[in-house]
């Protein structure tokens, strides 16, 4: 029962016998190949096989692909049949795929930089253009886009956007409040957080909650939008994926970021005061005279600005990464991570731009 | 060779209310390419969920191989579902794998083959569908004939003795389609494999099936049962004899 074969002057015979399903023997199969190579003629004999599947007609496919000279007698016709249609298609070499050079893989890595950085110029064009059209009122509107962004993006982020707010406000105020009572200065706790939050945490952390909320929800959506072609049977109906896809996003999340930072600020300054008063024995009312005297409305405004800002780059990376993505499932997972990473990446390079011109035209 | 392999019995199927198709019966022979024809929305994807498992109905019974699938433990119909091979419409590869390791997959999953088996294995099946080459490609490397023709051998994969397609020509150009209906009559013919096919390609129905039903999406009935030559003569209702003259005629 199997596989049996012998080589004998130049002439090799291989005889498959009884139930050959679920042949599994690799070492054989290889010893059998060995035996084969140096043989001019080879016959398969099948006369005596009484059962076979896929794993037998795979062995006589190997033996046809690796010798030459091969006759296969007293074969079932199915069997022949399938090796034969296996055989009938062109033999196609594999088709390389590249291998790991190193100059090749830095050429190519140059290649794609320079290839992103222009789809990315693409990209901003083409915003910027459908912006145009739509403060000009010439752009494709359909309410319900925007209607469905809106709330998206703003009130039903409110309350994760404020919880994290307030955690923060309360940590922050927990660990200088600890540092502070060394000096007996617990009472500046106030004014510390109060700075803290309305100057930059309260944005950062409404950018960094709205990134991964929103912007990896805008790339997947987008992504898969492309996937299903969709984009595509938008540009067939002349529309521009900008406006119809990028504007709502991006106005939206560009408007109601700044609302949001209002009041994470506001939940950071309540979360150092539940701190303050449940730890430290300062009264609310201290706390919020103390809060009121340290509130600048000029660190307020750039605090929003900075909010308005971060939403813009949350918007611009989701929708970039999403109409970028390329047409498979794996894709869109790896567009929904890239435009969280990107955008808390360009926000903390932006935060540090933006210290530097504010401190240093001295606005 | 003429054993009932596959059987449905006054099958009704529905979603919630929305009922596509009542008292429901037909019987698939062993060795048959069977046709399931109908207009488009009559069900005809929803009854082929219904017999690879994938929707239960809402009343009667799925007989695969003499076992009710649908009183079955989940055990058995994992046995069962083995040895059904099923090609999706719109062809189902996992886009994170090469076409080599998707057809791979439900060898490593339900055979206990060594790797080397395996590897010898999709080979043949890749050569059988013409692939041979494109091992390590990822599909979305490949056209849309080609990711159909890579899922037909994932499904081969397990030398299935039940072999179902969902429109197997939706989105192939005829050259293509000819090809793919000779390579299933191929693989009818070398196995002995049972086929149903989800179709309207009027060509392609009378050159591959020996057996069909048609479902009614208005009367939410398997209106005919018979071959689908003989239609093509002698139809037996008004709405097949449409079907033959539109899709023919133009
Ligand atoms: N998952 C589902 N939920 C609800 N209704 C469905 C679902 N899938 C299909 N349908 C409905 O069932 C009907 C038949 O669908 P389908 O079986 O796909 O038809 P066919 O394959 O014949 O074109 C359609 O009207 C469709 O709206
Ligand atoms: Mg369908």
Not at chain 1, 110 to 136: N, P
Not at chain 1, 220 to 244: H, R, W
Not at chain 2, 88 to 98: E, K, R, V
Request: glycine fraction near 10%; aromatic fraction near 8%.
């Amino acid at each position: 029962m199997g596989l049996k074969f012998c080589n004998k002057d130049k002439t090799a015979l291989v005889e498959l016998e009884g139930d050959m399903r679920r042949f599994d023997n690799p070492k054989l199969a290889q010893r059998m190949l060995a035996c084969l190579r140096s043989s001019e003629k080879v016959e398969v004999r099948a006369a005596n096989l009484t059962d076979w599947d896929s794993t037998t007609a795979a062995i006589v496919y190997k033996i046809m692909r690796k010798v030459k000279g091969v006759k296969l007698v007293d074969f079932p016709q199915g069997l022949a049949n399938t090796v034969h249609l296996a055989l009938k298609i062109d033999r196609k070499p594999y088709i390389a795929k590249p291998d790991d050079d190193f100059f090749a893989n830095l050429g190519e890595d140059l290649i794609e930089r320079w290839q992103g950085l222009r789809r990315a110029l693409v990209f901003m064009r083409r915003t910027a253009v459908s912006f145009w059209r739509l403060l000009s009122a010439r752009a494709v509107i359909r309410s319900a886009d925007w209607i469905e962004a809106l709330a998206d993006n703003g009130y039903r982020a409110l309350g994760i956007v404020m919880l994290a707010s307030f955690m923060t406000g309360l940590i922050l105020a927990f660990v200088g409040a600890l540092q502070l009572r060394l000096f007996g200065a617990q009472v500046y706790i106030a004014s510390l957080v109060t700075i803290a939050m309305v100057r930059i945490m309260g944005a950062i952390m409404m950018g960094i909650i709205m990134a991964g909320r929103t912007g990896a929800q805008m790339a997947a959506v987008i992504g898969s939008m492309k996937v299903n072609e969709e984009l595509d049977a938008l540009q067939t109906f002349g529309l521009e994926a900008g406006d119809i896809v990028v504007m709502p996003r991006l106005v939206s999340l560009a408007l109601s970021c700044p609302f949001l930072t209002i009041f994470a600020d506001l939940a950071g300054i309540v979360g150092g005061m539940l701190a303050a008063v449940a730890m430290f024995d300062i009264s609310p009312a201290q706390y919020l005279l103390y809060a009121k005297q340290a509130f600048a409305m000029r660190d307020f405004i750039i605090g929003v600005v900075h909010g308005g800002i971060y939403g813009i780059i949350i918007a611009a990376c989701g929708c970039y990464f999403g109409i970028n993505c390329g047409r498979d499932a794996r894709s869109v997972g790896d567009a929904a991570t890239k435009a969280v990473v990107s955008a808390i990446v360009i926000m903390i390079v932006a935060t540090g731009a933006l210290t530097w011109i504010i401190e240093g035209i001295g606005i | 060779m003429s054993e009932t392999i596959i059987r449905g019995e006054n099958l009704e199927i529905a979603y919630g209310e929305n009922v596509l198709l009542r008292d429901g019966n037909f019987a698939v022979k062993r060795g048959d390419i069977f046709i399931i024809m109908g207009g488009s929305g009559s069900g005809k994807s929803s009854l082929l969920k219904t017999l690879i498992g994938l929707k239960e109905p809402k009343a009667g019974r799925v007989f695969i191989r003499d076992e009710d699938f649908y009183q079955s433990d989940e055990a058995k119909r994992r046995q069962i579902m083995q040895g059904c091979g099923v090609l999706y419409q719109s062809g189902a590869l996992f886009s994170s794998m090469t076409i080599g390791e998707n057809a791979a997959l439900p060898l490593q999953q339900y055979s206990t083959y060594s790797p080397e088996t395996i590897a010898e294995l999709v080979e043949l099946k890749l050569a059988l569908v013409g692939l041979q080459g494109y091992r390590d490609f990822y599909p979305d490397e490949l056209s849309g004939g080609m990711k159909k023709r890579a899922s037909l051998a994932r499904a081969l994969a397990l030398d299935p003795d039940i072999l179902y397609f969902d429109e197997p020509s939706s989105g192939l150009d005829p050259v293509s389609s000819r090809l793919q209906d000779e390579l299933i009559l191929e693989i009818n013919a070398n196995q002995g494999t049972t086929i149903v096919v989800i179709s309207h390609d009027v060509d392609s129905i009378l050159t591959i099936g020996n057996n069909a039903i048609y479902l009614d999406g208005n009367a939410k009935q398997i209106t005919a049962a018979g071959s689908p030559q003989e239609w093509l003569r002698n139809p037996p209702n008004a709405a097949l004899a449409d079907f033959f003259k539109r899709r023919r005629g133009e």
